[in-house]
């Protein structure tokens, strides 16, 4: 496994989490990076574990994160570059807290339980199969000092590039899908508000904090319908990483179809994001009516769509949501 030997135990396991990995492939990301969670524990001591991806070069969404048993909610921040996230990102590498001591992962933004300091962790890159590209990171950390050596190091890199190829094969199958598409859905299929999103969040955190209290009840009285509740709490973490995911997937595709435009071709495009008229981005431009019509129908075209509406909806939802500056986070 990556020119690695590891003992026995290791190897086996890693060979399991490997299939089990492989076969949450269209199952939906929470029971991908609940089984990571499983797999990578199994491997290595673990009492702390985010999968995060980037979005942008601006924006990660933390797509699972847990600290002990504790759940944090996923969602979508902008990028610390001074943290290990935005290490792994700039450097192009795994990052271990032995390197510096963790004076990168202590420039982070703390999270989970935040009266104590990791004493060791490792953050490695996931990258698309066919171009080697960063897409997002994988984090272990624990209060154990020098638990991570290069075994593990190396044991979660392998681990990391196994999920980043289920990830990348369901992105090629989107973009089949996509190219497919007639061009008449609706914008608010395509780029879903980052409003509309995190709302759903928020609001199953709430069920699923009372259906954690309920599990916890249950459990302690040795009720056998303790395990049905816990269920229903991972029921509810698999639709806030779900919910998290679809904006994350709306805007990347959206922003591989505003990139795939000519600098001009933006700049008409954006203008017809607002409602402009043809004669109004040519006097608002300074160009003619015919170069104007010539521009839009070749945004029409690499949006391959057939309505104006439809793609001045996605424009404006797109823009508008590149725009949206939040608070720092961790990593």
């Given at each position: 496994?990556?020119?690695?030997?590891?003992?026995?135990?290791?190897?086996?396991?890693?060979?399991?989490?490997?299939?089990?990995?492989?076969?949450?492939?269209?199952?939906?990301?929470?029971?991908?990076?609940?089984?990571?969670r499983?797999?990578?524990?199994?491997?290595?001591?673990?009492?702390?574990?985010?999968?995060?991806?980037?979005?942008?070069?601006?924006?990660?969404?933390?797509?699972?994160?847990?600290?002990?048993?504790?759940?944090?909610?996923?969602?979508?921040?902008?990028?610390?570059?001074?943290?290990?996230?935005?290490?792994?990102?700039?450097?192009?590498?795994?990052?271990?807290?032995?390197?510096?001591?963790?004076?990168?992962?202590?420039?982070?933004?703390?999270?989970?339980?935040?009266?104590?300091?990791?004493?060791?962790?490792?953050?490695?890159?996931?990258?698309?199969?066919?171009?080697?590209?960063?897409?997002?990171?994988?984090?272990?950390?624990?209060?154990?000092?020098?638990?991570?050596?290069?075994?593990?190091?190396?044991?979660?890199?392998?681990?990391?590039?196994?999920?980043?190829?289920?990830?990348?094969?369901?992105?090629?199958?989107?973009?089949?899908?996509?190219?497919?598409?007639?061009?008449?859905?609706?914008?608010?299929?395509?780029?879903?508000?980052?409003?509309?999103?995190?709302?759903?969040?928020?609001?199953?955190?709430?069920?699923?904090?009372?259906?954690?209290?309920?599990?916890?009840?249950?459990?302690?009285?040795?009720?056998?319908?303790?395990?049905?509740?816990r269920?229903?709490?991972r029921?509810?973490?698999?639709?806030?990483?779900?919910?998290?995911?679809?904006?994350?997937?709306?805007?990347?595709?959206?922003?591989?179809?505003?990139?795939?435009?000519?600098?001009?071709?933006?700049?008409?495009?954006?203008?017809?994001?607002?409602?402009?008229?043809?004669?109004e981005?040519?006097?608002?431009?300074?160009?003619?009516?015919?170069?104007?019509?010539?521009?839009?129908?070749?945004?029409?075209?690499?949006?391959?769509?057939?309505?104006r509406?439809?793609?001045?909806?996605?424009?404006?939802?797109?823009?508008?949501?590149?725009?949206?500056?939040?608070?720092s986070?961790?990593?």
């Open positions: 496994m990556r020119g690695f030997t590891f003992d026995e135990r290791t190897t086996r396991l890693l060979r399991e989490g490997r299939e089990t990995l492989s076969a949450q492939a269209g199952k939906g990301h929470h029971a991908l990076y609940d089984r990571l499983e797999v990578v524990g199994g491997v290595l001591p673990l009492d702390a574990f985010f999968v995060a991806l980037f979005r942008d070069a601006g924006h990660v969404l933390y797509a699972y994160q847990y600290d002990g048993t504790e759940y944090a909610l996923p969602g979508i921040r902008p990028l610390n570059p001074d943290g290990p996230t935005g290490w792994v990102l700039a450097h192009n590498r795994s990052y271990a807290y032995r390197e510096d001591g963790g004076a990168v992962l202590n420039r982070g933004i703390p999270w989970g339980d935040t009266e104590r300091r990791s004493a060791d962790a490792l953050v490695v890159p996931m990258r698309r199969t066919h171009t080697a590209e960063v897409i997002g990171v994988v984090s272990v950390q624990t209060y154990t000092p020098e638990s991570y050596g290069d075994a593990e190091l190396a044991a979660l890199e392998w681990l990391a590039e196994v999920v980043a190829r289920v990830l990348s094969a369901e992105e090629e199958d989107r973009a089949f899908l996509a190219r497919l598409d007639d061009g008449h859905r609706p914008a608010a299929e395509r780029v879903l508000s980052r409003s509309v999103s995190e709302l759903v969040v928020e609001r199953v955190a709430v069920v699923r904090k009372t259906a954690a209290e309920l599990a916890a009840a249950l459990e302690a009285e040795g009720h056998r319908l303790g395990a049905r509740a269920d229903l709490v029921e509810c973490e698999r639709l806030q990483i779900e919910s998290a995911e679809i904006e994350f997937a709306g805007y990347r595709e959206a922003a591989a179809r505003f990139a795939s435009l000519s600098p001009r071709e933006r700049d008409v495009a954006e203008l017809v994001g607002q409602g402009l008229r043809n004669d981005i040519a006097a608002r431009l300074h160009i003619g009516l015919s170069t104007v019509k010539t521009h839009v129908g070749n945004i029409l075209r690499k949006y391959g769509a057939e309505q509406s439809t793609v001045a909806e996605e424009i404006s939802a797109y823009l508008g949501n590149a725009r949206v500056r939040g608070h986070y961790q990593g």
